[in-house]
């Protein structure tokens, strides 16, 4: 105890770079990999950005392109593909946020009130799987399933006699837009269901018995208690989802992809995508890509605080 | 109380007193058929296409399979492994997988370790600097141009190196060095001359196994998973990982389209059985060993959903 006593003051001091580096260069040793790694794979793309300001030519390079100041936000703001890009975006995002979110929260709570904990753990396993499936295979898996002739789903409903002819679930953008978001749902529900019920395991027992004793019914018990004690988990993953709002998933765009779903499947991932490396409209992509992780940082930041004014812990 | 008992007589299974008045009603019925509906859906499609795959050509196109094999036969399989390139695209991705993984970690631990000690000085410093590219991303095309002018384009390390250092890992880690490797321990190492490689290797490292194989799994699974990168930096074929040669083949052929594989060899399989068989050459490797990384994954999200 006493050697930590004479240890501690001389640690609160402000120490020296030189004596800094003298106690702890294998540390600074060690942070030189991450830290030239950002370097140069992360910091050395931002001077890039730059092009946003340029009319850029990959033939002629930085030095070589012309600079156009604001001219190239002027294109985008007006150009009809980014508008719809940025609305379908949008709007799919707020979509899957009505959708997906209040699921992992519903499964949470029957997956609570089950009995049976083996039944209890497979279902969870099972549960889980979408999550770790890539993009592509969910996405061929669909392709495969809901073929409008050939699928399994529309041979079955068909010989059910449920429908006559074969619902073109993921070629025609209505039945593409449901399936879109359900698959999302379907993805996500198990997964969500993790923090949900680590959240549950920290409601004391005893309000339930109390609530029991006094003869209280699970949609009750349900209510007042469990509801009551995940609610600030709830609400900061509301907040942490909000301001997630202007992404897009590129895979999950690219897999759904065909020419007929086209109109609502056109998201801002896929415009700088086409846009950029497709149609070599290089200042046009990178100021969609600016502006988007601009404003969505900017969503992020507004969320945290928006959760730290609410009292909770925030994500920053 | 009285109450209580009488029930707990009617249900002999349960001796627990907390589940006394818990008896198995139409609402436990309810919750688990919605939970068993919910599972079916996880894992019917996979034993569909797994049917699918492996019955004759004929069955499939009179739809007569649904969830058992109909004219077993392996055709299709033989086909991709006499035609080998998913199955080479397949060792090559296992491969990158395991040097993204290597190299992910002993990157994610060289930023984690040092940031965790409070002492260091400077700290708030590099936090800053390793964080900043979570948020901010140069995106696309700055990133296109830079890897071209590192002469990474069409090269297997762009799908290694710009990605093995990644924030949030390293956020966990060093959430879990802070919160569960007592402070004494490594004063007590210090005191007894050890220095700081020392400490990390002998006592750190073997101390934080659960998180190294959490983390360990989340760079595998991610790079497994991600096929965007090979879309926008990769064009010979031999250097695709086998996410994308299962896009190419199927997510990206509608029904008018068909999948081929090279023409050099003769498919006997119809598309449709093809695909089947590809899609589960791609996901058989993940269904199997998932059941028994699934634990570890959970563990890391938990420890990443507390802060530091």
């Given at each position: 105890m006493?050697?930590?006593?004479a240890i501690?003051?001389?640690l609160?001091?402000?120490t020296?770079?030189r004596?800094a580096?003298?106690?702890d260069?294998?540390?600074?040793l060690?942070l030189?990999v991450?830290v030239?790694?950002?370097?140069?794979?992360?910091y050395?793309?931002?001077p890039?950005?730059?092009?946003?300001?340029?009319?850029?030519?990959?033939?002629k390079?930085?030095?070589?392109?012309k600079w156009?100041g604001w001219?190239?936000?002027q294109?985008?703001f007006?150009d009809k593909?980014?508008s719809?890009?940025l609305t379908n975006?949008?709007?799919?995002?707020?979509?899957?946020?009505?959708?997906?979110?209040?699921m992992?929260?519903?499964?949470a709570?029957?997956?609570?009130?089950?009995r049976?904990?083996?039944?209890?753990k497979?279902?969870?396993?099972?549960?889980?799987?979408?999550?770790?499936?890539s993009?592509?295979?969910i996405g061929?898996?669909?392709y495969?399933?809901?073929?409008?002739?050939?699928?399994?789903?529309?041979?079955?409903?068909?010989?059910?006699g449920?429908?006559?002819?074969?619902?073109?679930f993921?070629t025609?953008?209505?039945?593409?837009a449901?399936?879109?978001?359900?698959?999302?749902v379907?993805?996500g529900?198990?997964?969500?269901?993790?923090i949900?019920?680590?959240?549950?395991?920290?409601?004391?027992?005893?309000?339930?018995?109390?609530?029991?004793?006094?003869?209280?019914?699970?949609?009750?018990?349900?209510?007042?208690?469990?509801?009551?004690?995940?609610?600030?988990?709830?609400?900061?993953?509301?907040?942490?989802n909000?301001?997630?709002?202007?992404g897009s998933?590129?895979?999950r765009?690219?897999?759904?992809?065909?020419t007929?779903?086209?109109e609502?499947?056109?998201?801002?991932?896929?415009?700088?995508?086409?846009?950029?490396?497709?149609n070599?409209?290089f200042?046009?992509?990178?100021a969609?890509?600016l502006?988007?992780?601009l404003?969505g940082?900017?969503?992020?930041?507004?969320s945290?605080?928006?959760?730290?004014?609410?009292?909770?812990?925030g994500?920053l | 109380?009285?109450k209580?008992?009488?029930?707990?007589i009617?249900n002999?299974?349960v001796?627990?007193?907390?589940?006394?008045i818990?008896?198995?009603s139409?609402?436990?019925f309810?919750?688990?058929l919605?939970?068993v509906i919910l599972?079916l859906t996880?894992?019917?499609?996979?034993?569909?296409?797994?049917?699918?795959s492996?019955?004759?050509n004929?069955?499939?196109?009179?739809?007569a399979?649904?969830?058992?094999?109909?004219?077993?036969n392996?055709?299709?399989y033989?086909?991709?492994f006499?035609?080998?390139?998913l199955?080479?695209?397949?060792?090559?991705?296992?491969?990158?997988v395991?040097?993204?993984?290597?190299?992910?970690?002993?990157t994610?631990?060289?930023?984690?370790?040092p940031?965790?000690?409070?002492?260091?000085?400077?700290?708030?410093?590099f936090?800053v600097?390793?964080?900043?590219?979570m948020?901010?991303n140069?995106?696309?095309?700055?990133?296109?141009?830079?890897?071209?002018?590192?002469?990474?384009?069409?090269n297997?390390?762009?799908?290694i190196?710009p990605?093995?250092?990644?924030?949030y890992?390293?956020?966990?880690m060093?959430?879990?060095?802070?919160?569960?490797?007592?402070d004494?321990?490594?004063?007590?190492?210090f005191?007894?001359?050890?220095n700081n490689f020392?400490?990390?290797?002998r006592?750190?490292?073997?101390?934080?196994?659960?998180?190294?194989a959490?983390?360990?799994?989340?760079?595998?699974?991610?790079?497994?998973?991600?096929y965007a990168d090979n879309?926008?930096?990769?064009t010979?074929?031999?250097?695709k990982?086998?996410?994308?040669?299962?896009?190419?083949?199927v997510?990206?052929?509608?029904?008018?389209?068909?999948?081929t594989?090279?023409?050099?060899i003769?498919?006997k399989?119809?598309p449709?059985v093809?695909?089947?068989?590809?899609?589960?050459?791609?996901?058989?490797?993940?269904?199997?060993?998932?059941?028994?990384?699934?634990?570890?994954?959970v563990?890391?999200?938990?420890?990443?959903a507390?802060?530091?």
């Amino acid at each position: 105890m006493k050697a930590k006593a004479a240890i501690q003051p001389s640690l609160r001091e402000r120490t020296s770079w030189r004596k800094a580096f003298q106690r702890d260069w294998h540390l600074y040793l060690l942070l030189l990999v991450p830290v030239l790694l950002v370097i140069i794979f992360n910091y050395a793309a931002y001077p890039g950005l730059r092009m946003v300001f340029m009319d850029y030519k990959p033939a002629k390079g930085y030095d070589g392109s012309k600079w156009v100041g604001w001219q190239t936000f002027q294109k985008v703001f007006a150009d009809k593909d980014f508008s719809r890009a940025l609305t379908n975006s949008l709007v799919f995002n707020l979509l899957d946020l009505l959708v997906s979110f209040p699921m992992p929260i519903i499964l949470a709570l029957m997956l609570n009130e089950l009995r049976f904990p083996r039944f209890k753990k497979v279902t969870q396993t099972v549960l889980y799987l979408p999550h770790f499936l890539s993009w592509v295979i969910i996405g061929s898996v669909a392709y495969q399933l809901f073929k409008p002739n050939s699928g399994i789903v529309n041979i079955l409903m068909m010989k059910w006699g449920w429908i006559q002819q074969g619902i073109p679930f993921l070629t025609e953008k209505m039945h593409w837009a449901v399936t879109y978001l359900l698959i999302g749902v379907w993805q996500g529900m198990g997964w969500g269901t993790i923090i949900y019920l680590a959240a549950i395991t920290g409601i004391s027992g005893e309000l339930y018995e109390a609530a029991m004793i006094d003869g209280a019914s699970r949609m009750q018990r349900i209510w007042h208690i469990t509801l009551p004690g995940i609610r600030s988990t709830i609400v900061v993953l509301l907040i942490m989802n909000l301001g997630k709002i202007m992404g897009s998933n590129f895979e999950r765009l690219d897999v759904f992809a065909n020419t007929q779903v086209r109109e609502y499947q056109y998201q801002l991932a896929i415009y700088i995508y086409e846009k950029g490396l497709s149609n070599g409209k290089f200042s046009m992509a990178t100021a969609v890509g600016l502006f988007q992780s601009l404003v969505g940082l900017l969503l992020v930041l507004i969320s945290d605080r928006f959760a730290k004014a609410l009292g909770e812990d925030g994500l920053l | 109380m009285a109450k209580d008992k009488t029930r707990d007589i009617d249900n002999s299974t349960v001796n627990d007193g907390s589940h006394a008045i818990r008896r198995f009603s139409i609402g436990d019925f309810l919750i688990i058929l919605i939970l068993v509906i919910l599972c079916l859906t996880c894992v019917l499609p996979f034993i569909h296409l797994a049917a699918k795959s492996v019955s004759s050509n004929t069955a499939v196109m009179q739809r007569a399979v649904v969830l058992w094999p109909v004219g077993l036969n392996f055709d299709a399989y033989a086909s991709i492994f006499q035609d080998g390139s998913l199955v080479r695209s397949f060792l090559y991705s296992v491969v990158v997988v395991a040097i993204f993984t290597l190299l992910g970690m002993i990157t994610c631990t060289c930023a984690a370790y040092p940031l965790s000690k409070k002492r260091l000085k400077g700290r708030a410093f590099f936090t800053v600097l390793l964080m900043i590219p979570m948020y901010f991303n140069a995106g696309l095309i700055p990133s296109y141009l830079l890897y071209k002018d590192l002469h990474l384009l069409n090269n297997m390390w762009v799908l290694i190196l710009p990605l093995i250092y990644s924030s949030y890992n390293m956020l966990i880690m060093k959430n879990y060095f802070q919160s569960t490797i007592p402070d004494t321990l490594e004063e007590a190492a210090f005191l007894d001359g050890a220095n700081n490689f020392q400490i990390l290797f002998r006592i750190v490292l073997p101390l934080s196994l659960p998180i190294i194989a959490t983390l360990s799994l989340f760079y595998a699974v991610g790079r497994w998973n991600a096929y965007a990168d090979n879309k926008y930096y990769i064009t010979s074929e031999g250097l695709k990982m086998i996410q994308y040669k299962l896009y190419q083949l199927v997510a990206s052929a509608t029904e008018a389209q068909t999948a081929t594989l090279s023409e050099a060899i003769e498919v006997k399989s119809t598309p449709e059985v093809l695909q089947a068989a590809c899609i589960m050459f791609a996901t058989l490797p993940i269904i199997c060993i998932y059941p028994f990384l699934q634990k570890y994954f959970v563990k890391g999200v938990m420890i990443g959903a507390v802060k530091g």
